[in-house]
């Protein structure tokens, strides 16, 4: 069966049962996944179009899965080759020679993959091959088809090859690869053969790489089946459901973590907010990648103030976000000319989305005491130094505030207090109702009359 008929086989069998056809991956099921699936039963060699941090190479690994467990080779092949249908020299004469006693392997599908990541400096024998100076030198002829080293499509023979970043391969490389996609066959420079190959071929290419670093030539885009556009999670939701999916956890220490739903929720506003800013370059994209890196980094700041405070609990606070411009900085490209100007970007968006989190979870109505409680002279302390049962003592002094932040606390933890209370005193500064002082991440916040 080709390999192309059993990847299309147990495909039907997966939509068939409501399984997806790759694992892992979040926010595709009604864009991307459902062009997946109509290119895999078609048949088609498929290209995945798309800005970094798209899991477009996750989504290629995992078709993996659709190949079947064990495939029969003949013993000793580089190539794979069919016992019934070799295609190598090795496989011909040694069926020739034994005919039914000939020696069978079994390959597991994870070895039936071949990857490569496409460089500038990639060359036609990694892909198809060259001749072997070694075999030479052992005493066969250049004429002899087993001094061939095979390249990585050809020892991919009836499975599945993946070039990732494809525009970053030379154009007169990818010439190669036409035969390989329509002909389905390789021709190995000085010799007079021609392999014919069952390969099913994935790419993947970044839009900006075809002005930046290369381009796909014609002829080859042409020959791909199938040309699938992937995209950023539409919504804060599918980005907090792929932050909490790939994010690692911080364990051991005796620390218990709890990451309050909105304080998760500013972390992927943030990425969205950016994914939107004039100030941010769109075309290198916003990959999900900081989402994940801002969500570690947030508790790992979290973390290092509650073991300083001699605290068990680590829960995050406003006061954490200023540790995400490290880890912001590097993933997102600032359109800007000034020299600094790059954390003040990102402070402006990390407001913005704070305030945005806010106004979806705490409605200004319910605040109208607490602010009137502020103008009459209250001032509460907040910061790194701030240990959390001090914010439960001042939220004590003040009964107009407990109600919106034990709602919001979800805990009566004195550290999940503390975050949801920091939350609404930030929220109600940025809503311009509270007036904050803030230096060296020590914040006052006052009433503004």
């Not at 699938?228 to 459901?241: A, Q, S």
């Not at 000319?337 to 106004?359: H, M, Y």
């Amino acid at each position: 069966m080709p390999v192309k008929e059993e990847v299309r086989r147990n495909a039907v069998d997966r939509i068939r049962r409501g399984l997806p056809l790759v694992e892992g991956v979040v926010g595709y099921e009604d864009t991307v996944l459902p062009q997946l699936e109509n290119a895999l039963l078609a048949g088609h060699d498929v290209i995945f179009l798309g800005e970094r941090g798209q899991a477009k190479t996750r989504m290629i690994r995992s078709l993996v899965g659709l190949l079947d467990e064990w495939l029969p080779v003949v013993a000793g092949s580089e190539i794979n080759d069919d016992p019934y249908h070799p295609v190598s020299r090795h496989a011909r004469d040694l069926i020739a020679e034994k005919g039914d006693d000939t020696p069978v392997e079994w390959v597991h599908r994870d070895h039936r993959f071949g990857e490569k990541l496409a460089t500038p400096d990639t060359s036609i024998a990694d892909l198809i091959g060259e001749v072997d100076p070694i075999r030479v030198a052992e005493g066969r002829y250049l004429s002899d088809e087993l001094t061939i080293h095979y390249g990585l499509v050809p020892r991919t023979n009836r499975g599945i090859f993946a070039i990732n970043e494809l525009p970053d391969l030379a154009e007169r490389i990818q010439v190669g690869l036409l035969n390989v996609l329509e002909e389905r066959d390789v021709q190995i420079r000085g010799y007079k053969i021609r392999l014919p190959l069952d390969v099913m071929l994935v790419a993947s290419a970044n839009p900006e790489d075809y002005t930046n670093r290369g381009r796909i030539i014609t002829p080859l885009k042409d020959r791909f089946g199938a040309q699938i556009r992937t995209h950023y999670p539409l919504d804060v939701e599918t980005e907090l459901g792929v932050v909490r999916q790939e994010a690692l956890p911080l364990q051991g220490s005796g620390l218990r973590v709890q990451v309050p739903d909105f304080m998760a929720e500013v972390i992927a506003t943030l990425s969205h907010l950016a994914r939107s800013s004039s100030k941010i370059n769109q075309r290198s994209g916003v990959s999900v990648r900081l989402s994940i890196a801002n969500y570690e980094t947030l508790v790992a700041n979290a973390a290092r103030r509650a073991l300083r405070a001699g605290e068990p609990d680590v829960v995050p606070r406003v006061s954490d976000l200023e540790a995400l411009v490290s880890s912001t900085a590097g993933k997102v490209e600032i359109e800007t000319l000034e020299e600094g100007r790059d954390e003040r970007v990102i402070e402006q968006l990390l407001k913005q989305a704070v305030l945005t989190v806010f106004k979806e979870h705490c409605p200004m109505e319910r605040f109208r005491d607490v602010v009137l409680a502020f103008d009459d002279g209250t001032v509460v302390h907040a910061g790194d130094d701030v240990a959390s049962k001090a914010y439960v003592d001042a939220l004590a002094s003040m009964p107009v505030l407990k109600a919106p932040v034990m709602d919001l606390a979800g805990s009566e933890t004195p550290a999940a207090v503390a975050s949801a209370m920091e939350f609404v005193l930030e929220g109600l500064h940025l809503s311009k109702r509270l007036n904050k002082e803030a230096a060296a991440g020590k914040a006052t916040y006052r009433g503004r009359g």
